[in-house]
C-alpha cells in the first residue's frame, strides 16, 4: 500500500512538475508574442513607411475641414503640406466634394458619373491624383472626347447607410451614373464590431493571448458563412434602397468589388504589418489581416448577388489584382501606384459597361 502511494505521489509531483513547464512554457511564448508585437511597431519598414505617408494634416485628421466629422466636409475648405519633398494638397469645392466644380444645369453634350464612398475614394496626394479624376482623363482619351465628367463626391469614414443619407446631395449634382466603391468602413466599423459584440466569451479569452492570435487563428475566428450573413443583413439594405430610389430619379448605379492586400502574395514582414495595422490602427484587437481579408471576399460575393438580383451595375476589379505593399499603404488605402492600377480597371469594366448600359445616350452625346 505504501509503495502505491509513494508511486501515486511521484506521478502527482510529475503532473505538477509538467503542469509548470507548460505555464511556464505558455508564459514565455505569449511574451515573446507581445515583444515581436511591439518589434513590428517600433522596427517594421512597412510600418515606419504608412507613418510616414499618412500625414496627420490629411483631410481625415484636420478638423478644419469638417462640417460634420465622417460625413461632410466644409464647402470651399483647403489644406496644404510638404511630405518628403512630397505637395499634399486637399481642396473641397463649393459643394463640399474633394472635386473641381461642377457645373449647374449639367451642360448639354455631358456624361457626368459620381463616384461615392469613403477615404478610398477621396484619397490621393491632390485632387488631380484621385482615381475620380485619373477615370476621367481615361475615358476622355479612350473615347476621343471631353464630355465626360467625373465627380469625386467620396467623404473619409463614410458607410452605406451614411451614402443613403447623401443621395440627395449625389442626385443634386444631375448625374447619369453613381459608381459606388467602399467596403472597409462598413467592414471594420460595423461587421467586426458587431461579431466582437455577439462573440462567446470563449473568443475573447482566445483573443486576449497575442500567440495565439498570431499563430492559431482560424479555429477562433468568424467562419466566412457568417460574415457573409453579417454584412447581407447590416451592409446591403441601404445599397439596395440608394439603388432604388438613384434608380426611381433616373440615375443609373455601378457598384465596385472592393480591393484588399493578397495574404499568399505577402513576405512575413509584409504579412506582420498588415496584421498589426488592422488591430492597432484600426482597433480590431479580435481580428486578424486573414480573416480580414475573408470579409471583404464574402462583401464582394454578397455585392455581386445584390447587383445581379437588382440588376445593378457590377464592376470586378479584384481579380488578379497584385495586392502588396507596392500597392497597399495599409489594409486598404492605395499607392500611388494602387491607384493607377485601380483606376486602369475600373476604366476597362466601365467602358465595357458603358457601351452595353448606356450606348444609345453615349453615341448622343460624344
Known sequence: MRARLRMLGRWALGL??????AVAAAGLLEAGARWRFQEIARSNPYVLREQRLTPEFSEAFSDDLWREKWYAYVPGKAITTVVEGERYEVAINSRGFRSREVELPKPPGKFRIVCIGGSTTVEGSTNEDTYPARLERALNEHFGTDAFEVVNAGVSGMRAADELRKLPEYLALEPDLLLEYNGV??????????????????RW???????????????????????????????????RALYRQAHENGVDVAFVTFLRPSPEKLTSE??????????????RWSASFDSYARMVDA???????????????????????PGTTAEFQDICHLTRAGIEEKTNRIARELIDYLGERHGKTLAERL
Not at 505538477?16 to 513547464?21: D, E, F, K, V
Not at 468602413?185 to 470563449?202: F, K, S, T, Y
Not at 482566445?206 to 451592409?235: C, G, K, Y
Not at 509584409?270 to 482597433?283: K, M, P, T, V
Open 185 to 202: 468602413n462598413d467592414l471594420c466599423w460595423g461587421v467586426l464590431a458587431e461579431l466582437e459584440h455577439r462573440a462567446p466569451q470563449w
Open 16 to 21: 505538477l512538475a509538467l503542469c509548470a513547464l
Open 205 to 239: 479569452w482566445f483573443w486576449r493571448s497575442v500567440f495565439l492570435r498570431f499563430h492559431i487563428d482560424r479555429p477562433f475566428q468568424p467562419s466566412t458563412r457568417e460574415m457573409a450573413r453579417l454584412t447581407r443583413n447590416t451592409v446591403l439594405p441601404s445599397l
Open 299 to 321: 462583401y464582394d460575393w454578397e455585392l455581386a448577388a445584390m447587383a445581379a438580383e437588382l440588376g445593378a451595375g457590377f464592376l470586378r476589379i479584384d481579380v488578379g489584382y
Open 270 to 283: 509584409e504579412h506582420d504589418f498588415f496584421d498589426q495595422n488592422l488591430r492597432r490602427r484600426w482597433g
